[in-house]
């Protein structure tokens, strides 16, 4: 089934550990523009460098709640055009 037309998306603790390079498998989720993965166990920076594999036009990208957004290792995603960024 695809979700072509699919723009906002809610994964909301699911208990998601990673996110499998795209090459697994293909994507149907090119549309996606807000993606919440808030309150599952993401712990890799490298995972989430992953999403833009997945959904190459998304804008927004909540983490919180994950341990690599808690207490020092917090950190903030931006997504510019076609590369993710990560303020120090």
Same mark, same amino acid.
């Given at each position: 089934?695809?979700?072509?037309? =699919?723009?906002? #998306?809610?994964?909301?603790?699911n208990?998601? /550990?990673?996110i499998p390079p795209? @090459?697994?498998?293909?994507?149907?989720?090119q549309?996606?523009?807000?993606?919440?993965l808030?309150?599952?166990? =993401?712990?890799n #920076?490298h995972?989430?460098?992953?999403?833009? /594999?997945?959904?190459p036009n998304? @804008?927004?990208?909540?983490?919180?709640?994950n341990?690599?957004?808690?207490?020092?290792?917090k950190?903030?995603v931006?997504?510019?055009?076609?590369?993710?960024?990560f303020?120090?």
């Amino acid at each position: 089934m695809r979700y072509c037309r =699919l723009q906002r #998306l809610v994964l909301s603790s699911n208990g998601i /550990e990673r996110i499998p390079p795209r @090459e697994s498998c293909p994507s149907h989720l090119q549309g996606l523009k807000v993606l919440s993965l808030s309150s599952n166990k =993401l712990h890799n #920076l490298h995972d989430i460098d992953q999403l833009y /594999e997945w959904c190459p036009n998304l @804008e927004t990208l909540s983490l919180a709640k994950n341990p690599l957004s808690e207490g020092q290792h917090k950190i903030i995603v931006f997504f510019e055009e076609t590369h993710t960024h990560f303020p120090q």
